[in-house]
């Protein structure tokens, strides 16, 4: 089955059109390639072939070739189609065909794709394509037309995108280590001595420690959990801010000696609510893959 991305976008036609094939704009926001580069064309008939690349680190680049051609139609949609193949040996990708169109709606525009290739690299590239190529290219055509549509709608730079989504990217996932960590292993599996030091100055019996830790243990790995899964979700941050706020002062009240040991809570919350202060200041207007339709709307083209 072909990739297929469709989002809707508020904004004209034109400003669309321009971003999408203009090869120096294109690359700012499409997360597939690196660098566009236009062959100079004799006849404006022929269609435009083009030069591309994708950097894939280390200072190794996949490069390919392709060409496209433009279509206005008479009811103001518009079309591109296109072919790409690739000679690189590095390139998973043998050849390919699709087209971006371009439909006016009564709110803004459709834009929508489909596209298809077939790789190299006999069955192993084929079932590295199905379980990890094609999901990623999939996500990676979604996730970059919400950033254009952030762009054309917001106004918000693609680079600015990328900074924020990364830095977004970064807070959560530390965070949510830090709450699965502190849930599993000091909790859960190894019962620390120090948790049901904490546990029985907060105010719980020795007998009754150990079950309400473990309580706590889940409390944190089911939170953890969540933060990876509800991604875009800012009350994670929140809550996590006023968790810390309320430990520490716990700590401080029942086990003040707890704030001057080696590894101390203080510092740990207060990196925590640090981390959860950024991520919740990156988390806005970031794009996201899963505003777009991944298949054709029933009885749409």
């Given at each position: 089955?072909?990739?297929?991305?469709?989002?809707?976008?508020?904004?004209?036609?034109?400003?669309?059109?321009?971003?999408?094939?203009?090869?120096?704009?294109?690359?700012?926001?499409d997360l597939?390639?690196?660098?566009i580069e236009?062959?100079?064309?004799?006849?404006?008939?022929q269609?435009?072939?083009?030069?591309?690349?994708?950097?894939?680190?280390?200072g190794?680049?996949?490069?390919?070739?392709?060409?496209?051609?433009?279509?206005?139609?008479?009811?103001?949609?518009?079309?591109s189609?296109?072919?790409?193949?690739?000679?690189?040996?590095?390139?998973?990708?043998?050849?390919?065909?699709?087209?971006?169109?371009?439909?006016?709606t009564?709110?803004?525009?459709?834009?929508f794709?489909?596209?298809?290739?077939?790789?190299?690299?006999?069955?192993?590239?084929?079932?590295?394509?199905?379980?990890?190529?094609?999901?990623?290219?999939?996500?990676?055509?979604?996730w970059?037309?919400?950033?254009?549509?952030?762009?054309?709608?917001?106004?918000?730079?693609?680079?600015?995108?990328?900074?924020?989504?990364?830095?977004?990217?970064?807070?959560?996932l530390?965070?949510?280590f830090?709450?699965?960590?502190?849930?599993?292993?000091?909790?859960?599996?190894?019962?620390?001595a120090?948790?049901?030091?904490?546990?029985?100055?907060?105010?719980?019996?020795?007998?009754?420690?150990?079950?309400?830790?473990?309580?706590?243990?889940?409390?944190?790995v089911?939170?953890?959990?969540?933060?990876?899964?509800f991604?875009?979700?800012?009350?994670?941050?929140?809550?996590?801010?006023f968790?810390?706020?309320?430990?520490?002062?716990?700590?401080?009240?029942?086990?003040?000696?707890?704030?001057?040991?080696?590894?101390?809570?203080?510092?740990?919350?207060?990196?925590?609510?640090?981390?959860?202060?950024i991520?919740?200041?990156?988390?806005?207007?970031?794009?996201?893959?899963r505003?777009?339709?991944?298949?054709?709307?029933e009885?749409?083209?």
């Open positions: 089955m072909s990739i297929y991305v469709e989002i809707r976008i508020r904004g004209p036609m034109d400003e669309l059109w321009r971003l999408t094939q203009t090869p120096g704009q294109h690359v700012r926001w597939r390639f690196t660098d236009y062959v100079p064309r004799p006849d404006e008939t269609p435009q072939q083009f030069l591309y690349a994708t950097r894939i680190g280390f190794l680049a996949i490069r390919g070739q392709g060409e496209t051609v433009g279509q206005r139609d008479a009811d103001g949609e518009r079309t189609a296109l072919k790409f193949w690739s000679d690189d040996a590095k390139s998973l990708i043998r050849e390919g065909a699709g087209y971006w169109r371009y439909v006016p009564e709110d803004g525009l459709r834009f794709t489909s596209y298809d290739y077939r790789v190299r690299f006999g069955a192993l590239g084929r079932v590295f394509n199905a379980l990890v190529f094609r999901p990623l290219m999939g996500w990676a055509t979604a970059s037309f919400d950033r254009l549509r952030l762009w054309i709608e917001k106004g918000i730079d693609p680079a600015v995108s990328l900074q924020r989504s990364l830095i977004h990217l970064i807070a959560r530390v965070i949510a830090v709450w699965l960590y502190h849930g599993i292993v000091p909790k859960l599996l190894f019962v620390h120090d948790e049901l030091t904490l546990m029985q100055q907060g105010g719980f019996s020795a007998t009754a420690a150990i079950p309400a830790l473990q309580v706590i243990g889940w409390t944190e089911i939170f953890g959990l969540t933060m990876l899964v991604w875009q979700q800012r009350w994670h941050f929140i809550l996590t801010i968790l810390m706020v309320a430990v520490t002062a716990g700590v401080a009240i029942n086990s003040p000696q707890y704030l001057v040991a080696t590894f101390d809570p203080l510092c740990r919350n207060v990196q925590m609510i640090g981390l959860a202060i991520g919740l200041l990156a988390n806005r207007d970031l794009p996201s893959a505003r777009c339709l991944r298949k054709p709307p009885g749409q083209t």
